[in-house]
């Protein structure tokens, strides 16, 4: 509608810092995202380090990928870490019996897995196996991978390993609501805090547990986790999937309407009502906010790829998952003092990946590009914003045009984020800059010029960042003219 819109950063009240944890990435045993898409193995003719494709990690690792939550997931509650450690020859060869039945030849384990955080440059969010698994195993893993002595530690210095790994996050199960074993809340609590009891940091090093947590609006679940089982946590996990069309999905990734981008982004922005309501419960057990709220699986779930594996979760990624992404990172930013781990799934070539692979091609998506331009958010102080923007509406669908954040980095500069969620009008945005003082600003915009845009092997420049000349300081506002369908990330000196 072209209504312009109008917004105030509060720079003289800072808020909570934004954890870089909210950047985590989730590489899980499915598909194409573990094997392929990071793993080759050490003979492959695709350029390798120790296993792992060099062309996907210096990827990674321009992005600052702060944590990598591994190895699920479903797969997580399946997994017997036993199984993936020793010599490459003697693993067993198992059946990925939740991810399409495909062979799991075990060949990334333990210490590849933080092998992969060492080249990354990333940190261990271990996911457990409370499903499956037993309390001994659980405690056997976590002593393998963190204890400076005793025979444990030895078998680990054999298979190459001779110090311990700093283990900062481990989860207690995952989904134990579902695929973690079918379990009622008072049940699944009672349990959580039974693995919890064997997770175990060496002296002078902190293990953080994380218990698996509500899907959606399931409220009752996080009640009952905060009740019984709170005590014993440091964090509590949130998932939420943006799936338009409903479930099971089978919306498609590319070819879509501009009804479906609005449901999508309008089905997004739910994460703020789910956060909300959580945290308030949240409040009630832990008003100190000790423990945090970790959305440790979102992003967008389609119908799959033409001709790929039904059980593999392959899906393009468009302008539209953009926008999801740059949406989804300011809502955190509004709940920073709760939310301190988030993890969009997933990693590579699953769901809403940051990069797709195919042989030995790699493409970087739209979503990869919008956590580059956030990377500035990485443990920045949150800087209030408060907005007044039209609404677009399409159909039965209908939100606010503009969405934002605003940080104070750690490099002491103003980092702005804008979304014009509009794919037909350009708006412009007046922010008032209160108690703060900028006279440069530089920013960069992604933009394409169809909602579908989406990059390929054979064009994979389609959807990139671009320098962006539309904003500029009037006084002691900033005015920006965000083109339609856009995302624009400003930094202010
Ligand atoms: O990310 C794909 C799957 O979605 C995960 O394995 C599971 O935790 C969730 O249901």
């Known amino acids: 509608n072209g209504q ?53 990690v210096a990827a990674l690792r321009k992005l600052s990928v702060p944590v990598i939550r591994w190895p699920g997931g479903c797969f997580a509650d399946e997994y017997n870490w036993r199984e993936g450690v020793g010599p490459q020859s003697q693993r067993p060869v198992k059946v990925n019996t939740h991810w399409g039945g495909v062979t799991e030849p075990n060949s ?54 001779k110090e311990p790994w700093k283990l900062p996050y481990f989860g207690i199960g995952n989904e134990l609501w579902g695929c973690g074993g079918n379990m009622r809340a008072e049940y699944a609590a009672d349990m959580t805090r039974r693995y919890a009891t064997y997770v175990k940091a060496p002296a002078g ?64 922005m739910r994460m703020d009502e789910f956060i909300t309501r959580h945290s308030a419960i949240m409040d009630k057990y832990d008003p100190e906010k000790r423990i945090f709220l970790a959305v440790d699986e979102w992003g967008t779930w389609y119908g799959q790829d033409p001709g790929t594996h039904s059980g593999f979760l392959r899906q393009q990624n468009t302008l539209r998952d953009a926008l999801v992404a740059s949406v989804n990172l300011d809502i955190f930013a509004r709940h920073a003092d709760r939310v301190r781990m988030t993890a969009i799934a997933q990693m590579v070539n699953v769901l ?17 590009h919008v956590f580059e331009m956030y990377k500035p958010w990485q443990d920045a ?20 045009a503009v969405s934002g954040s605003a940080v104070r980095g750690k490099d002491g500069k103003i980092h702005v984020a804008l979304s014009n969620l ?27 010029s169809s909602i579908n845009a989406h990059n390929t092997f054979k064009a994979p420049e389609a959807v990139k960042p671009a320098a962006f000349t539309g904003a500029r300081i009037k006084g002691s506002d900033l005015v920006v003219t965000l083109p339609a369908k856009s995302v624009a990330v400003l930094e202010l000196r």
Do not use: C
Request: charged fraction near 20%; hydrophobic fraction near 35%.
């Open 205 to 268: 090093t902190l293990i953080m547990k994380i218990a698996s947590g509500a899907s959606e609006g399931d409220y009752d679940w996080t009640e009952t986790m905060m009740r019984v089982a709170g005590k014993t946590l440091d964090g509590l996990s949130l998932h939420y999937y943006t799936v338009p069309g409903g479930w099971p999905p089978k919306a498609d990734p590319v070819k879509f309407d501009e009804a479906a981008w609005a449901e999508t982004l309008h089905n997004t």
């Open 381 to 400: 102080t949150v800087l209030p914003i408060d907005f007044q923007t039209p609404r677009y509406h399409k159909g039965e669908y209908t939100m606010p």
């Open 108 to 161: 990334v384990g333990t210490h590849e897995f933080f092998e992969l955080l060492r080249q990354v440059g990333a940190e261990a969010y271990i996911s457990g196996n409370v499903g499956s698994g037993s309390p001994r195993e659980t405690a056997e893993w976590v002593e393998y991978m963190t204890a400076p002595a005793g025979s444990l530690a030895e078998e680990r210095g054999k298979n190459g390993q």
């Open 422 to 448: 509009d794919p037909n009008q350009p708006n412009t945005v007046t922010i008032r800059l209160d108690g703060l003082k900028a006279s440069i600003i530089s920013g960069r915009v992604l933009t394409a």
């Open 4 to 56: 312009p819109t109008s917004a105030v950063i509060h720079g003289n009240q800072p808020g909570p810092v934004y954890d870089k944890g909210i950047f985590t990435q989730f590489a899980e045993h499915l598909g194409t995202g573990i094997y392929g898409g990071l793993w080759v193995g050490k003979d492959s003719a695709i350029p390798n380090t120790n296993g792992f494709r060099n062309d996907v």
């Open 352 to 368: 809403q990946a940051m990069i797709l692979t195919d042989g030995d091609k790699m493409v970087l998506t739209p979503t990869y």
